[in-house]
Every structure is written in structure tokens, then in C-alpha cells.
């Protein structure tokens, strides 16, 4: 059978403008009515490079996301390529195209994968240029939030100001996402009593005082409505519009408030409103998937963000509370998604399609659980509770109410829901627990997700390793389910088994497999 040929396109600055490199691993012109006529790809490929995406961490099927670009290897022992060193690469295209043999037509070509590049260097400066690629996850890797206060709400004379005062500069400003419990408000107007809790509009804003239920008398569309307002003692007005609200008092308590942002608290909703935060939108994000992802996991979600974050870390705590993942397609766009386990199997595959020239099937401890072992218990913690009061802190009047129920959620962090099977601990003494913190809200949805993760994984659970033609692996997608069938291992019947991770090996042909159930 005749070996695929490989193109690899890319850019480059040469100082004045961008231009596209073209290699390829056995030589190729492109025809003259084709797309990029008479094009040239000069015979440099050794390795076009690998791309490993897997849902999670390699072996896991929660958790952050993962994905590893690689390098790609081009043959310079003629010194041929030594002037690429002085283009600049970083941030340019990279892609990389399969065709089914040297003979093929370049408009006939697979992408295989898309990405961007971060440099170039040598591993055998006489020999070789390394062609470093980008890990698209890392575009995430950003502060969330990058407004600050300029403290120059100074005095009663700073009217119509929300800008904090001396103490506040360059601060943070608050942010939220979805709802969340008792966040703890920035004084921005200390004269005037006005208090932010979001940077930006927001739905709704229930405020507390030492535990103490405030009244809302209205809202008020701009600023100085809100500064020109006179709320009376025990009351508070919005400024929705802007995240603020003001006091009808003053106050040496404790403040907190309920904020709802978004008319959507599912994840792909918070995911594409963080994601927006700093400029990723479509075509840079699946919006079929987040659809799919909302869809998927119609949980009321929320999280407080008051410190500097990330945008990879504020959005990983929200798909974590899911079991979702995010990871980028083949071609660069991002992708996410929901794990729940074995699904319906869409593909087939059996010992015959399997490579064993150089490699074999590798049976893997789960790195879900410890030891690799099923677990008896889950915990899933939700509706967090952003400021912890304690007695003191707490309106006298409230305490006086044995059945106030604020009194004991604003003691405790976490609420927890737990489903446990404990006849586990019979066949598997040595079985352990899960503990997940989520941004849940709700508590009929968080029993709900610990009895999904307890029946997921108080069972053994297999992870293998396998490889495959590329050819043959065209229908073996992350995320989706097919039932593989070998002749040991207790997979004689068939067992339907999870793509939980995915690595192409361009120069073999072939991808490596990794499959859990």
C-alpha cells in the first residue's frame, strides 16, 4: 500500500508581510486549477507532528481538560531551512493535511489538524528545525476580570461616583456568574452607602444585614438616580444596570447578598458569557456545543469571582461541577461537552484493526479513584455560601428564630448531598469515597449528580490504550461510545467502551486510542 503524503502549511513573517510556508513528506506541485495553483511543497516533513487531546487528565473522566499539540520535525541537513530562524512564527497558522498517497490531488486532502505555532528550534542544528506548536487551552489562560478601582470616591463631595476610595485603588472590581449566595458587597461610595456586587448589569440582588432579610425598594436605571435617591432605613434601591445597590443606612454588620446574573445560569450559558469576557466568541467557540452542553446539564450554576483569576480556572470549576470538559476540535475551534458515561455505541472495534507493530494494548488503573478502585460514597458539595458568618457576626433578632434556616447555611461553606452503597465494601474493602465541590445550586440536582457518579463509579472500571489505522479511526471521536470486542480480558461478548482521549501519530498513520468503561 502506498505511504500517505503529508502537507504541512504555515506562516511566517519575513519582516514586511505574512507568507505561507509549504513542506511536505515526499515532495508535491500542486495542479494549476487547484485552490493554491502551482503551489510547491518541498520535501521536508520527517515528523508532521502529533496532536493529543483527551477529555480530562490522561486516565480521568472529571476534572480539568487536557490537550498537547507537540512538535513538528522539518529535514534541514542542507541548511536550507537555516533562515527560518529569523521569521517570526509565534501565534501563525499550522496546519497540517493528509493525503492518501503522493499521487493524489492536493484538493482531494484531509486536515488532519489546525493550529498555531509558539517558535522553532533544533534538537541537531545540522540536521533538523523543530517546529513548536500551541496548546489552544492556553488561550484561556487570561484574568477573567481586568477592571480595577481607582479609588477617587475620596469624600461626601465624590457624588455620582462608584469608583471606591483611597483603600479600594486597583483593586478588582467584584464579579459573578450564574447565582450565588451570600457575596460579600464593595463599599464604592462610602458617604452615599452604595455597595457593588457585580461589574456589570445583573438580574436581581437580594441584600442581607447581619442576617437580616433588607427590603427592596426598586430599582433605579443610572448612577445618579441611585446617588440622588433617599431609601429609608432598613430598605435598599438598585442600580441594576451596574451591579450596585444603596443602603437607606448605615451599617456596622456583616453585608451580604443573593445575585443572579444572566437570564441563563446553565454551563454553556456561564461558559460562553467568561469565555466573551475576554473576546473568545464564535467561530473561536462552538456554539452547537455549548447548546448541546446546556442541554445536557440543565443545572442552575454560580461563582464569585473577587480575586484574581483565570479565565481556564473560573472556567474549569464550572465545567467541573457538571462533569463537563472543554477541549479544541482537530481544527483549532473550541469545543465543549458533558461526561456520562457509556452512551450508546456508534462504532466497532475488533483485535483484527488493532496495531501491534511496535506497540500493544495497555490496561490502565483508573486515576479516577484511589487505587483505581470502585468507590462507596460520594459527596457532591454545592450552594456554597461566599461569606461564613459566625454567631457574632449574626443580628441577635436572627438568632432569636430556632427555625431561621439563614443561620445555619450562613455557618458552613458547603451544603453536601451523599450516596453512598456500602455493600461495595464487601467485594472491595479497601474502596474509598469521592468529595466534589461544585457551583451547583440547587440541592435535588446535587443528590441527583451523587447518585450518577456513585453508579458510575462503584463499579470497575477498565482504561486501555490501543492503536488504529487512521483510516479506520475516522468515526472514533472524543466523547463518543463504541464496543470493543477481543478474544480476552473479559471482552469476548463485546464491551461498549468511552473515547476519553485521542492522539494522532501523523508519521505512523495512525491514533492512539484511549477508551474507559
Known amino acids: 500500500m502506498d505511504a500517505c503524503e503529508y502537507l504541512i502549511e504555515m506562516g511566517a513573517h519575513n519582516g514586511a508581510s505574512v507568507e505561507t510556508l509549504r513542506y511536505s513528506s515526499h515532495g508535491l506541485v500542486t495542479r494549476p486549477t487547484e485552490s493554491a495553483a502551482n503551489a510547491i511543497y518541498t520535501r521536508r516533513v520527517a515528523d508532521p507532528g502529533t496532536l493529543e487531546r483527551t477529555l480530562f487528565q490522561p486516565g480521568r473522566t472529571f476534572g480539568p481538560s487536557s490537550c498537547d499539540p507537540g512538535e513538528a520535525t522539518l529535514v534541514n541537513v542542507d541548511g536550507w531551512l537555516d ?79 462608584a469608583d471606591g476610595d483611597e483603600n479600594l485603588k486597583d483593586q478588582l472590581k467584584p464579579l459573578n456568574f450564574g447565582w450565588t449566595f451570600r457575596i460579600e458587597p464593595i463599599c464604592v461610595n462610602r458617604p452615599q452607602e452604595i455597595y457593588q456586587a457585580h461589574d456589570g448589569a445583573v438580574v436581581s440582588i437580594a441584600a442581607f444585614d447581619g442576617g437580616v432579610a433588607l427590603t427592596n425598594a426598586g430599582n433605579v436605571a443610572t448612577l445618579a438616580a441611585l446617588a440622588a435617591a433617599s431609601p429609608s432605613p432598613g430598605t435598599y434601591l438598585t442600580c441594576l444596570s451596574l451591579g450596585l445597590f444603596r443602603l437607606g443606612h448605615i451599617t456596622d454588620d456583616v453585608l451580604t447578598c443573593d445575585v443572579v446574573e444572566g437570564s441563563n445560569q446553565r454551563a454553556g450559558a456561564l461558559v460562553q458569557r467568561i469565555l466573551a469576557k475576554i473576546g473568545i466568541t464564535s467561530p473561536a467557540l462552538d456554539m452547537a456545543s ?30 467541573q461541577s457538571v462533569q463537563g470538559w472543554i477541549v479544541p476540535s482537530p481544527t483549532g475551534v473550541l469545543q465543549v461537552g458533558r461526561f456520562v458515561g457509556v452512551g450508546v455505541p456508534t462504532w466497532s472495534l475488533t483485535e483484527p484493526f488493532i496495531l501491534t507493530e511496535g506497540s500493544s494494548i495497555a490496561r490502565e488503573l483508573s486515576r479516577d479513584t484511589e487505587n483505581g478502585l470502585p468507590v462507596w460514597r460520594v459527596v457532591v458539595r454545592h450552594s456554597r ?30 451544603r453536601e448531598a451523599i450516596a453512598e452503597d456500602a455493600s461495595i465494601k464487601i467485594k472491595h474493602p479497601m474502596a474509598g469515597e469521592l468529595v466534589i465541590e461544585t457551583c451547583l445550586t440547587s440541592a435535588a440536582d446535587a443528590a441527583a449528580e451523587a447518585a450518577r457518579y456513585l453508579a458510575l463509579y462503584k463499579v470497575r472500571r477498565d482504561v486501555l490504550q490501543v492503536s488504529v489505522n487512521w483510516q479506520d479511526a475516522t468515526s472514533m471521536l472524543l466523547g463518543s461510545t463504541g464496543t470493543l470486542t477481543l478474544p480476552r480480558l473479559g471482552y469476548q461478548a463485546g464491551k461498549p467502551m468511552v473515547v476519553i482521549g485521542r492522539q494522532e501519530v501523523a508519521k505512523d498513520d495512525k491514533v492512539i486510542l484511549t477508551l474507559w468503561g
Open 290 to 319: 455549548i447548546a448541546a452542553l446546556n442541554a445536557a446539564a440543565p443545572f442552575v450554576l454560580g461563582i464569585y469571582i473577587a480575586q484574581e483569576r483565570t479565565a481556564l480556572s473560573v472556567v474549569s470549576a464550572i465545567l
Open 83 to 161: 533562515g527560518l530562524f529569523a521569521f517570526g512564527v509565534d501565534s501563525r497558522d499550522f496546519t497540517v493535511r493528509r493525503l492518501a498517497n503522493a499521487r493524489a490531488s492536493y484538493a482531494s486532502s484531509t486536515v488532519l489538524f489546525r493550529t498555531t505555532m509558539t517558535g522553532v528550534s533544533s534538537g541537531d542544528a545540522y540536521n533538523d528545525v523543530r517546529v513548536h506548536l500551541y496548546d489552544k487551552l492556553l488561550d484561556l489562560d487570561k484574568p477573567v476580570q481586568a477592571n480595577r478601582y481607582g479609588g477617587t470616591t475620596i469624600d461626601a463631595s465624590s457624588v455620582n461616583k
Open 385 to 414: 455560601c461566599y461569606r461564613v458568618h459566625s454567631r457574632s457576626e449574626i443580628a441577635p433578632c436572627v438568632l432569636d428564630e430556632a427555625s431561621n434556616p439563614f443561620v445555619s447555611f450562613v455557618e458552613n461553606e458547603w
